[in-house]
């Protein structure tokens, strides 16, 4: 069974540019989330889809990003303008939908690195 | 407050050696999952507990899961050079729904020494 996977692995842009990072699932898994590392601090939620919908999308830091899951398939993660601190790893994890929760083992993604200078 | 919360921040042993780490959490919690990082590297999914479960072992690591403490630990043997990374815990909170989402401590960097 093929893993999570992201890409790019690494991005390095100007502040004000555009950056489009994209993730596949593992196959089968309804829940997609994205997590971020900024440099020194704890892994932090981003936000959650089951399927296409969002389903908590608390942890989004403002409205420059947008993250989308057509078809509830791949998803991705648009961060426009980026700003310097928009820098750090991008997670991404999948899990299979459960309707107990009692085994939420998320799946990790190697990350993308984004650099914003 | 942080949800998940390790210590020692940092921990250097001697191949062989077992190494022990801990992690303290704040709310009520449905599942807790230790992961790996290598340098570099993504997250490496290594055990996942049960808020029922008090121990759980997977070939060389042993989680033990104390809620009235609210504290787990991840215990690794006879470690090896490969060992070498950074363990982070994570917990889903209780109450927040099924399959929410996970909150992590800083973790802990593990140095195995050859």
């Known amino acids: 069974e093929a893993g999570v996977t992201q890409f790019p692995s690494h991005s390095v842009i100007e502040k004000g540019q555009t950056v489009t990072l994209r993730c596949d699932p593992i196959s089968g898994h309804d829940n997609l989330y994205w997590y971020r590392r900024v440099m020194g601090k704890e892994i932090k939620f981003l936000l959650h889809?089951?399927?296409?919908?969002?389903?908590?999308e608390s942890g989004m830091p403002n409205n420059r990003f947008l993250a989308e899951r057509t078809g509830g398939t791949y998803s991705t993660l648009k961060v426009q303008p980026a700003e310097l601190e928009d820098s750090g790893v991008y997670f991404c994890a999948s899990s299979r939908w459960s309707w107990t929760g009692l085994y939420n083992e998320q799946f990790f993604g190697p990350g993308t690195r984004l650099t914003v200078l | 407050s942080q949800q998940g919360e390790e210590d020692p921040q940092a921990l250097s042993i001697q191949e062989g050696e077992n190494a022990t780490m801990n992690c303290s959490y704040k709310t009520s919690i449905n599942n807790l999952q230790w992961y790996r990082q290598n340098s570099g590297r993504g997250l490496v999914h290594l055990i996942l507990i049960r808020s029922n479960e008090r121990e759980k072992h997977s070939g060389r690591l042993r989680v033990t899961l104390d809620t009235s403490k609210k504290s787990s630990s991840l215990l690794i043997t006879a470690s090896r050079a490969a060992d070498t990374a950074s363990y982070f815990c994570?917990?889903?909170?209780?109450?927040?729904?099924?399959?929410?989402?996970?909150?992590f401590g800083k973790g802990i960097t593990l140095s195995v020494r050859p």
């Open positions: 994570a917990t889903d909170a209780l109450y927040t729904g099924a399959n929410s989402k996970l909150t």
């Open positions: 889809f089951v399927k296409e919908s969002k389903q908590d």
